[in-house]
Each structure stands twice: as C-alpha cells, then as structure tokens.
C-alpha cells in the first residue's frame, strides 16, 4: 500500500519537483503551501510521514515539527532546508525530527524518506485508526490508582499526561471520577512531553464489555 506524505513548501517550483520526486518513488502525496493549510490537512487526514521546508513565510517547519511531537507523538517528521544548518538541525533532532539539506539533490533523501515509513508502520497501533479530539477542559483520571490527566480522546483509546518518570503497565485500568467510568486500557507508546516535565501515554482501549464501551463513547462524543 503506498505511503501518504505530507508535504509543505511554500515555493511552488521546490514543492512540485518534490512531489514529482516522491511520487515517483511510488509515494502518495498531499502537497501544502502554509503552515495554516498543513494544519487543516492534518485535521483530516494521517499521513505515514510529514516532509516540511524549513522556509514557510511568516512560520517555518520547526513549527510543524512541534505540532506533531504535540497531537501526533509517532507521526515521523523530514525537515528540509537549502543550506547546512547545524543550529537548525539540532533544534529539528531536539523536536525528533530528521534533518536533510538539499532535499532534490541529496541521495540520502529518499532512503531517508523510506526508513521514516517503514518505522512508522512498524509503530503503527490502532489507537491511530480513529479520529482524536482534545477534551475542552482538564478531566482528571487515574491510571492504575494514581493521578493522571486526560488530554485527548478518541472511540479507540487516549493520551494521557502523568508525573515525571511515572513507569506504565502495559495493561492498566483507568479510572474517570467525573464520569463515573472505570476502562480497561493497553499501553501503546511513553514519551517525556516536548513543553513540560509530564509524560505522556497513549493507550487503547480494551474492549470490556457492552456498558463499559458504551461509557467510553459518551465520554469521547461529550468532550
């Protein structure tokens, strides 16, 4: 099945001959010329990789970058940029992204572009399948007896962040006092949050029955 890019340049002749270039490589590939538009894309499709130019206007690919580690912690971003960078590149690595100078001229690009898709899809889980929403307000859970926040949720599992350094079953019950609701889930990915000291955890859910189901999606529909 082939792979669906995210690509963003805002010069048309960088983006077209890019775009031919993956596409030739056999990729698919949804091409945006803004920050704000790249933004929207993501709202509504979840490409395999994000390949961003350094230059956006007023913004630049560090941005989409942040976004990512931010909604989409597994989602593989390519920082792209005309010249060498040391100081650009270190920040790209800080937001755990890969940094290719000379994207159309480099052959490590491609390869580079492959390798990114190929982990990502290794790491895919099916917490992914289903649209995510934030929740409005801060709702308080606890994971496993302990105290957690809900950041995102979706009909198939959530984020949550929790204290520094907190260890994670893989298979844990959460509770939601607000709610009422006690769910079973199953620890997908841990990651130290790029803004503060939390960790994040994205878990799915496990299907525990009709009522418990049932909960999860009201609480999923209402937030």
């Known amino acids: 099945m082939p792979a669906l890019i ?12 890019t775009d031919a270039l993956l596409s030739e490589a056999g990729h698919l590939v949804a091409a945006a010329d803004s920050l704000p538009q790249a933004k929207r894309l993501l709202d509504t499709v979840y490409p395999d990789l994000v390949v961003a130019d350094v230059r956006l206007d007023a913004f630049n690919g560090l941005h989409i970058a942040l976004r990512c580690r931010t909604d989409h912690p597994l989602l593989p971003v390519i920082i792209t940029h005309g010249v060498a960078d040391p100081i650009l590149q270190g920040e790209a ?7 290719i ?3 159309l001229e480099n052959p490590e690009f491609l390869p580079c572009v492959r390798s990114a898709i190929e982990e990502h899809r290794r790491r895919q889980q099916p917490i992914r399948r289903w649209p995510r929403k934030q929740v409005g307000m801060p709702l308080d859970a606890e994971l496993a007896a302990r105290p957690a926040r809900i950041c995102d949720v979706s009909y198939g599992g959530l984020r949550l962040a929790m204290g520094d ?3 994670v079953p893989k298979v844990f019950d959460l509770r939601v006092p607000a709610r009422g609701l006690t769910v079973r889930m199953r620890s997908v990915w841990t990651q130290r949050s790029p803004e503060t000291d ?3 955890c994205g878990a799915e859910l496990i299907d525990g029955g009709a009522r418990e189901t049932s909960g999860w999606r009201e609480l999923v529909d209402a937030s």
């Open 198 to 200: 939390e960790m994040w």
């Open 93 to 99: 690595h800080r937001l755990g992204a890969a940094f």
């Open 101 to 103: 100078v000379k994207p």
């Open 165 to 167: 350094e907190e260890q």
């Open 6 to 17: 995210l690509l963003v340049s805002s010069d048309p002749s960088v983006r077209h001959r």
